[in-house]
């Protein structure tokens, strides 16, 4: 079965650190990758996706994220977190034609102003 | 932009009950799904549903579970006798099909069910 991982539960930051949080998932076959946020009490919001080609998508809100096959990885990245950058993150895959997207557990980061 | 619509946003029953969360999906997409998320939990899939049947369900999505599109528009997720650890958000999720896999999927606002 599919899973999804992300390393980290909680990151805190400061304004205008970089950002990396990371996401691995396990499947062997052909994958679509997404970010999502949800900030408190709303619903959940595409921040970047990949379905093929060049492996450095870049998304909304400065948000970037790399593919590597070979890792299993798609990482989120973004060079100068802001103190609104502060809310929860999901790492998403669907593989393979299936039907759903299964989520990872998620990542909360926390920006201090 | 079109977006997904949920009803209603809260929803509180007590134990037993039977509770009907709705969901008005974009209107030309093709796959519709409904995914919970337990508070402080990660958001779990329950069922997507396309060309008017289940097309994959998860080991939650038991026989109290039932989706249906009654019309149209809407897609419902009718839980028959409600336990307390259904108390969760509810989110229905439209897309459309890609070449490869499917596309993105666009969540609604969610429903919270608190069961009592």
């Known amino acids: 079965a599919q899973s999804v991982s992300q390393h980290n539960h909680h990151v805190i930051l400061s304004e205008a650190a970089s950002l990396e949080l990371g996401c691995n998932y396990s499947y062997g076959g052909t994958v679509n990758l997404f970010w999502y946020v949800q900030y408190p009490g709303q619903h959940l919001q595409l921040l970047l996706k990949?379905?093929?080609?060049?492996?450095l998508v870049k998304g909304i809100k400065g948000f970037e994220a790399e593919f590597i096959k070979s890792k299993f990885s798609f990482n989120l990245r973004k060079p100068s977190v802001q103190w609104s950058d502060t809310t929860e993150y999901f790492c998403a895959v669907n593989a393979d034609y299936g039907q759903n997207f299964v989520f990872g557990p998620g990542t909360r980061l926390s920006v201090l102003p | 932009e079109p977006e997904v619509t949920q009803t209603p946003s809260h929803q509180v029953t007590q134990m037993g009950q039977e509770v009907i969360l709705r969901c008005v999906p974009i209107?030309?997409?093709?796959?519709f799904y409904w995914y919970r998320q337990i508070l402080g939990q990660k958001v779990e899939f329950l069922v997507s549903f396309y060309n008017n049947e289940i097309s994959e369900k998860s080991e939650i999505f038991d026989d109290q579970f039932s989706v249906e599109r009654p019309d149209g528009s809407n897609f419902t997720l009718k839980i028959r006798s409600t336990k307390l650890e259904d108390s969760a958000m509810y989110f229905c999720a439209s897309s459309e099909p890609q070449l490869q896999g499917l596309g993105e999927q666009y969540f609604g606002p969610g429903t919270r069910l608190t069961v009592t």
């Open positions: 990949y379905f093929s080609g060049d492996p």
């Open positions: 209107s030309n997409h093709l796959y």
